[in-house]
C-alpha cells in the first residue's frame, strides 16, 4: 500500500493517533453522534489530512458520529491516511448508497483542504437542535485567497462546506452524482462560524 507522504504523517503523529483521531470513527458518545462528514476525493491526501485534524474536536465532543471518505481513484496515500484516521474509506461509491448509508441524521458535505474554525461545533449543535434549514459556513476572514485568485473564479457548492438533513440529502441524490452537485441549488442559512476554504490551502 502507499505509503503517507511526510506532510500527512505529520499531522498524524502531531494528532496522537492512536488516540485523538481515532476518536472520529471509533464513535466516542456515539449515541450522540448527529453528523456524518462526507468528503469525496482523489489524489488528495495532504489536503484531506488538514480536514481530518480540524474534525477531531467535533468527535470528541460527540457530535460526529463518522468521517466518509468517498474515494474516486486515489493512487496516492488516501486510503491509507483514511485508515489510519479511523474513517470510513468508500471506494467508487453511488452517491445514493453512501448517503443512504450515513448513521448520522444530518450530512456534513466539505472538500478536502477545508477547515472549520473556532465555534463551528457550537453553531452546528445549535442549529441541528433547532432542526433548522440547510445551512453552510462563512469564509475566512483572516485566511483568503488573494484578490486576483478570487476573481472569476468558479464557486464550489462545498466551498463553505454543506450542512443538510439526511433525509433531504436522499430526496435530492440522484445515482452517479458527485457530492458537490448534492449541495447545488440549495437555500442555505449563514451559520456565524467561519471555514478556510479548501482552495486557501491548495493555493498556498
Not at 62 to 73: H, N, Q
Not at 145 to 171: D, M, N, T, Y
Request: glycine share 8%.
Amino acid at each position: 500500500m502507499t505509503e503517507l507522504v511526510p506532510e500527512s504523517a505529520q499531522i498524524l503523529r502531531n494528532l496522537n493517533r492512536t488516540c485523538a483521531i481515532a476518536l472520529i470513527s471509533e464513535g466516542v458518545r456515539l449515541k450522540e453522534g448527529m453528523i456524518s462528514v462526507l468528503i469525496e476525493c482523489k489524489d488528495q491526501e495532504n489536503a484531506l489530512a488538514v480536514s481530518l485534524a480540524a474534525l477531531v474536536p467535533g468527535a470528541v465532543e460527540g457530535l460526529i458520529a463518522e468521517v466518509v471518505i468517498l474515494d474516486r481513484g486515489s493512487r496516492d496515500g488516501t486510503a491509507r491516511l483514511a485508515d489510519a484516521a479511523g474513517c470510513k474509506f468508500i471506494e467508487d461509491g453511488d452517491l445514493v448508497d453512501v448517503v443512504r448509508a450515513a448513521r448520522g441524521e444530518w450530512l456534513l458535505l466539505i472538500e478536502p483542504g477545508a477547515r472549520p474554525l473556532q465555534g463551528w461545533i457550537e453553531q452546528l449543535v445549535q442549529h441541528l437542535a433547532l432542526g433548522g434549514p440547510p445551512a453552510r459556513m462563512r469564509p475566512s476572514r483572516d485566511y483568503r485567497l488573494p484578490f486576483f485568485a478570487r476573481w472569476r473564479r468558479p464557486l464550489s457548492a462545498l466551498e463553505h462546506g454543506v450542512v443538510l438533513p439526511k433525509r433531504q440529502a436522499i430526496a435530492n441524490a440522484r445515482s452517479g452524482q458527485s457530492l458537490e452537485s448534492l449541495g447545488r441549488g440549495l437555500a442555505m442559512k449563514k451559520l456565524r462560524c467561519e471555514i478556510v476554504p479548501a482552495a486557501v490551502l491548495a493555493f498556498s
